[in-house]
């Protein structure tokens, strides 16, 4: 095991505030031992080159759609929707071998630590091979995220999903779709057979349902009612209106409103997008407790619509953002693109925060961290004793950093500068960006390209 190791932070952003001067102390295990506000500072100790803030936890991510980020903006028909990228990704998934799978989430968990997460939820649901073929290890895939999790140096909760049908009323999967299938039998025991595999590698397990469309209420309560990982619960939502129409064509209930009607929605759940509530809607799912999963540039990219988050954080809900389809794989695209999606909305400006002097950046980073931690498994989140030492030093040699001080390093940051300031990113006490570049990038692009070349 590691030594410990401590480091002074000229600037560090607490679970209190702003703080000057403090020593962290991070153990062998890569936990944070001590914080320490009065020591003495000494010259001989290691001082980060720049404010230290918390690394957010990605609550949503389809690692292997990194493969296609950015090829799919060519116009097809007049059409061209979510459901016609869907299309495309299913080609995708169609051509991709569990190595392929490896070496593009190996690239995009480097990426995301490099944008300033420290963690990533990946909602997991490419299982087999082309036309359904089972692989010969149940895991074999999720076994390639939790590799490429430890390869990248990225925490990981993996969130096996269940898929089980093309649309609501449990119809017939497509084509396309074969390699996510499972019955329920079948998930409980890959759920079952990932345990260990996830507790040797450090990850926290929990479930996903891929979305009222793939699952019916009755395979969801068969899985809830044997599941024992005790990890968080994510599902799909609401994201396009087309499946609000589906769902109350089958139903006569909207989707956010069947799933509080039917599921036991709580603070294990995480609703991914959940963009098209009504307000009654808005106002149960922020009391549920459960986080909303907010994947702001992936909801723009496929047309999705926006999500009431003034109302929903009006009502205290809590939320926290995602990559999801990774054309964006930064906390500043994601929480800026957040904001600006309610402005352009409302025609006003600061959305998410109100009262007098309040930060947006602030209150949006808080609001994600604290989300993205619940919607992790984590215990708690932010810079705490005992908590998983997941730090990023933004850049004090760029001159808008360096200037800055409190909240207004986070808004230089978010609003106006991005990843370029994310200079050295810890996660669990190792130090896996340095200046800018990943510790191992140069391994990871190489295998990368081989696989976009194959792919091309
Ligand atoms: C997914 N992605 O599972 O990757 C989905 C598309 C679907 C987003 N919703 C497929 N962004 O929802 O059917
Ligand atoms: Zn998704």
Redesign the pocket.
Same mark, same amino acid.
């Given at each position: 095991m590691a030594a410990s190791q401590t480091l002074l932070c000229r600037q560090i952003l607490l679970p209190e505030g702003w703080a000057s001067d403090v020593v962290l102390t991070i153990s062998g295990e890569g936990r944070i031992a001590a914080i320490d506000s009065n020591a003495e500072v000494k010259s001989s100790l290691v001082e980060a080159a720049g404010p230290v803030v918390p690394a957010l936890a990605n609550l949503h991510s @389809?690692a292997f759609?990194r493969a296609m980020a950015g090829l799919a903006e060519l116009a097809g028909s007049t059409d061209d929707s979510f459901w016609t990228w =869907?299309d495309a990704?299913y080609r995708l998934v169609g051509r991709m071998s569990p190595d392929d799978i490896e070496a593009v989430a190996t690239k995009l968990y480097s990426e995301l630590l490099k944008g300033g997460f420290g963690r990533v939820v990946e909602f997991h649901?490419f299982h087999h091979a082309l036309g359904g073929r089972h692989y010969a290890s149940v895991g074999e895939t999720s076994q390639r995220i939790l590799r490429a999790a430890q390869a990248a140096g990225i925490g990981l909760t993996h969130l096996p999903v269940f898929y089980a049908h093309a649309g609501f009323g449990g119809t017939e999967p497509g084509e396309g779709q074969r390699p996510f299938i499972h019955d329920v039998d079948q998930f409980l025991a890959l759920l079952q057979a990932l345990k260990p595999d996830c507790e040797a590698a450090g990850a926290t397990l929990g479930l996903a349902i @891929?979305?009222l =469309?793939a699952a019916t209420p009755d395979e969801m309560r068969a899985i809830l009612a044997a599941e024992e990982t005790g990890g968080p619960i994510h599902i @799909?939502v609401a994201?396009q209106e087309r499946e609000v129409e589906d769902c109350l064509a089958w139903s006569g209930r909207r989707p956010v409103e069947f799933l509080l009607d039917e599921m036991p929605v709580d603070d294990r759940w995480c609703a991914i @997008?959940a963009t098209h509530m009504t307000a009654d809607e808005t106002r149960r799912l922020a009391r549920s407790g459960a986080v909303a999963g907010l994947?702001p540039a992936?909801e723009a990219n496929?047309g999705d619509g926006i999500f009431p988050a003034t109302d929903f954080a009006g009502f205290g809900g809590r939320f926290g953002i995602g990559t999801?389809?990774h054309v964006a794989t930064t906390v500043a695209e994601e929480l800026r693109l957040l904001e600006y999606g309610q402005r352009l909305r409302d025609r006003r400006r600061n959305r998410i925060a109100s009262g007098s002097g309040a930060s947006i950046g602030r209150t949006l980073f808080e609001a994600a961290l604290a989300g993205g931690g619940q919607a992790a498994g984590m215990r708690s989140s932010g810079i705490r004793v005992g908590a998983r030492a997941d730090l990023v030093v933004l850049d004090g040699n760029n001159p808008f950093i360096g200037a800055a001080s409190g909240d207004q390093i986070l808004g230089r940051w978010l609003f106006a500068l991005g990843a370029e300031v994310v200079r050295d990113v810890m996660a669990a006490g190792q130090w896996v960006v340095r200046e800018g570049r990943h510790t191992n990038e140069e391994a990871i692009d190489n295998a990368f390209r081989e696989v976009l070349l194959k792919l091309a």
């Amino acid at each position: 095991m590691a030594a410990s190791q401590t480091l002074l932070c000229r600037q560090i952003l607490l679970p209190e505030g702003w703080a000057s001067d403090v020593v962290l102390t991070i153990s062998g295990e890569g936990r944070i031992a001590a914080i320490d506000s009065n020591a003495e500072v000494k010259s001989s100790l290691v001082e980060a080159a720049g404010p230290v803030v918390p690394a957010l936890a990605n609550l949503h991510s @389809h690692a292997f759609q990194r493969a296609m980020a950015g090829l799919a903006e060519l116009a097809g028909s007049t059409d061209d929707s979510f459901w016609t990228w =869907r299309d495309a990704m299913y080609r995708l998934v169609g051509r991709m071998s569990p190595d392929d799978i490896e070496a593009v989430a190996t690239k995009l968990y480097s990426e995301l630590l490099k944008g300033g997460f420290g963690r990533v939820v990946e909602f997991h649901y490419f299982h087999h091979a082309l036309g359904g073929r089972h692989y010969a290890s149940v895991g074999e895939t999720s076994q390639r995220i939790l590799r490429a999790a430890q390869a990248a140096g990225i925490g990981l909760t993996h969130l096996p999903v269940f898929y089980a049908h093309a649309g609501f009323g449990g119809t017939e999967p497509g084509e396309g779709q074969r390699p996510f299938i499972h019955d329920v039998d079948q998930f409980l025991a890959l759920l079952q057979a990932l345990k260990p595999d996830c507790e040797a590698a450090g990850a926290t397990l929990g479930l996903a349902i @891929h979305s009222l =469309r793939a699952a019916t209420p009755d395979e969801m309560r068969a899985i809830l009612a044997a599941e024992e990982t005790g990890g968080p619960i994510h599902i @799909h939502v609401a994201e396009q209106e087309r499946e609000v129409e589906d769902c109350l064509a089958w139903s006569g209930r909207r989707p956010v409103e069947f799933l509080l009607d039917e599921m036991p929605v709580d603070d294990r759940w995480c609703a991914i @997008h959940a963009t098209h509530m009504t307000a009654d809607e808005t106002r149960r799912l922020a009391r549920s407790g459960a986080v909303a999963g907010l994947c702001p540039a992936t909801e723009a990219n496929l047309g999705d619509g926006i999500f009431p988050a003034t109302d929903f954080a009006g009502f205290g809900g809590r939320f926290g953002i995602g990559t999801d389809s990774h054309v964006a794989t930064t906390v500043a695209e994601e929480l800026r693109l957040l904001e600006y999606g309610q402005r352009l909305r409302d025609r006003r400006r600061n959305r998410i925060a109100s009262g007098s002097g309040a930060s947006i950046g602030r209150t949006l980073f808080e609001a994600a961290l604290a989300g993205g931690g619940q919607a992790a498994g984590m215990r708690s989140s932010g810079i705490r004793v005992g908590a998983r030492a997941d730090l990023v030093v933004l850049d004090g040699n760029n001159p808008f950093i360096g200037a800055a001080s409190g909240d207004q390093i986070l808004g230089r940051w978010l609003f106006a500068l991005g990843a370029e300031v994310v200079r050295d990113v810890m996660a669990a006490g190792q130090w896996v960006v340095r200046e800018g570049r990943h510790t191992n990038e140069e391994a990871i692009d190489n295998a990368f390209r081989e696989v976009l070349l194959k792919l091309a």
